[in-house]
T-cell receptor
Framework: QQQVKQSPQSLIVQKGGISIINCAYENTAFDYFPWYQQFPGKGPALLIAIRPDVSEKKEGRFTISFNKSAKQFSLHIMDSQPGDSATYFC?????????????FGRGTQLTVWP | EPEVTQTPSHQVTQMGQEVILRCVPISNHLYFYWYRQILGQKVEFLVSFYNNEISEKSEIFDDQFSVERPDGSNFTLKIRSTKLEDSAMYFC???????????FGPGTRLTVT
């Protein structure tokens, strides 16, 4: 059972463009939605996260948009840079998990061309 | 900036052998986790650990797996009798508070031949 579905699998964006990655979830008990960034040979690094009491959260060039009724959330990377080229994972966690077990999406490999 | 460290970075073992993967969580963190990522697939939760006890484990974490905090700094994952399908990247994570804000180590690539 896929708790979190992520798309697209890969994304190519020109420098300065907007990268958009989408995720959808099924479990209405989820109440925390982080995005992780992973560079080759490294572990996932927490990038930005949102809780469902807000519809949007922005940190620098990174924005999460959250649609509770549709059970969807997305990551927008504004002014994408070659250094943003990495794999991005959405994840979810929620009530019923004592210590915040994370359910990950399958990942999106982002390539930003200079 | 404090970070989670893991050793070794790559471990090759033969099927049926035991392996121990080691992690040093961030020093003031109290909650510890293991995840794995089979090549090309998503990151999957294995187990969470707090106060010297397993708090939650997934269906993947069967009797061949065990975790331990042998001292005040290390957190280990033992796989008793490795199988080919155990080949994966294993990530340790830790968090300061109970909850999902977890910080991941660089991973150990386990190759079972």
């Amino acid at each position: 059972q896929q708790q979190v579905k992520q798309s697209p699998q890969s994304l190519i964006v020109q420098k300065g463009g907007i990268s958009i990655i989408n995720c959808a979830y099924e479990n209405t008990a989820f109440d925390y939605f982080p995005w992780y960034q992973q560079f080759p040979g490294k572990g996932p690094a927490l990038l930005i996260a949102i809780r469902p009491d807000v519809s949007e959260k922005k940190e620098g060039r990174f924005t999460i948009s959250f649609n509770k009724s549709a059970k969807q959330f997305s990551l927008h990377i504004m002014d994408s840079q070659p250094g943003d080229s990495a794999t991005y994972f959405c994840a979810a966690s929620g009530r019923g998990s004592t210590l915040g077990r994370l359910y990950f999406g399958r990942g999106t490999q982002l390539t930003v061309w200079p | 900036e404090p970070e989670v460290t893991q050793t070794p970075s790559h471990q090759v073992t033969q099927m049926g052998q035991e392996v121990i993967l080691r992690c040093v969580p961030i020093s003031n963190h109290l909650y510890f986790y293991w995840y794995r990522q089979i090549l090309g697939q998503k990151v999957e939760f294995l187990v969470s650990f707090y106060n010297n006890e397993i708090s939650e484990k997934s269906e993947i974490f069967d009797d061949q797996f065990s975790v331990e905090r042998p001292d005040g700094s290390n957190f280990t994952l033992k796989i008793r009798s490795t199988k080919l399908e155990d080949s994966a990247m294993y990530f340790c994570a830790s968090s300061e508070f109970a909850g999902p804000e977890q910080y991941f180590g660089p991973g150990t690539r386990l190759t079972v031949t």
